[in-house]
């Protein structure tokens, strides 16, 4: 999204595909330099160098804090976590006023927060980028992630299908569309009474259009893991959703991956899931199975924060 003419990374969607692929390129090529051992050049260490890149999280997180703590190290900056318990914000301070005075004195916020519009209200009032590192409708890091580990996977995007089993949240809304401009076909599998964002649906219908990769979305599990490549699903209660815990894990009876979904799918198939997981939507033996690439996607998080703080902040590519 743009305001004010500064570029945020509020969705995939928002993102044109030639972006989104350079995204994950460049994810690539930073995992290749952190990985070699070598020093690093100084245009990468000293990028951000006497910068301070913000952390306004209201919401846990495990990899999002790793991840974009080690990105700005990387680029020489200096990580700041304002978690919900640090600063003013919300108890004696607006989010308007934070926006400004968080914004005035950094490089760029990324920003997990509950509401889409709290995303859509950074990104007005700031004077540096936004980077979304989770709303209740997107998820764009983790998307950019799970291509880069899907590239890795199977070497070529193109002509694989990608099935979800699960809810519809801010997690498959990016990657159904990071999927499809990647050329893969998905299959998105939700319980009766759960919808995808009607929004969300025609973008993704669009993209299929351009890219020729069709897009569907089903009640039956099994039909959406039928000849998959892989197999993806995610908590089916997300953070802010506690009180609804009882029904909707009544509302996803049979919406478990385990092997008898497994076996529908793909000799190659894999399974993916943007972590935390728990027992009620995947089991232990597809969890912890060859065919499970969760763990390589989990590390894959460091690199796409690499991506977007070079693409939104640094706004330059460096050798
Ligand atoms: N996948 C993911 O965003 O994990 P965290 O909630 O631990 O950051
Ligand atoms: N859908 C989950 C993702 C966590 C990384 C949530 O929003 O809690």
Sequence with gaps: ?????????????????????????????????????????????????????????????T????????????????????GKDDIQL??????????RIVSSMTSCIFARVNSHSEIQQLCEHSSV??????????????????????KEAFGE?????????GDANNVINDLAIAALRSGIRVSVAVP?????????????????????????????????CTDANIIVTDTFISMGEEAQKQKKLQQFSGFQVNSDLTKLAAPNWKFMHCLPRHQEEV???????????????????LYAAMAAIEAFVIKKELA
């Design 129 to 150: 980028p936004i980077i979304n590192s989770l709303c209740d409708t997107y998820h764009p890091l983790q998307a950019i992630c799970d291509i880069l580990t899907i």
């Design 192 to 224: 009766r009474g759960i919808e995808m964002i009607p929004t969300i649906v025609d973008v993704a219908k669009t993209i299929s259009q351009e890219t020729g990769a069709s897009f569907e979305v089903t009640n039956d599990p099994k039909h959406a």
């Design 63 to 82: 990899r999002t804090r790793i991840s974009t703590e080690g990105a700005a190290v990387y680029f020489g900056g200096h990580p700041m976590f304002l």
């Design 1 to 61: 999204g743009m305001t004010k003419g500064i570029k945020h990374l509020v969705s995939i969607s928002d993102l044109t595909t030639p972006e989104f692929t350079s995204l994950v390129n460049r994810a690539a090529h930073h995992k290749k330099i952190f990985k070699s051992g070598q020093p690093v050049s100084s245009e990468i260490s000293e990028a951000l160098k006497g910068k301070l890149v913000a952390m306004l999280f209201s919401k846990r997180s």
């Design 90 to 99: 919300g108890v004696n301070e607006s989010f308007y006023d934070t926006t």
């Design 157 to 165: 995007t193109k002509g694989l299908k990608l099935a979800w089993v």
């Design 283 to 301: 089991t232990d033996e597809v969890f912890y199975s060859d065919n499970s690439i969760v763990f390589e996607e989990g590390e894959n998080r």
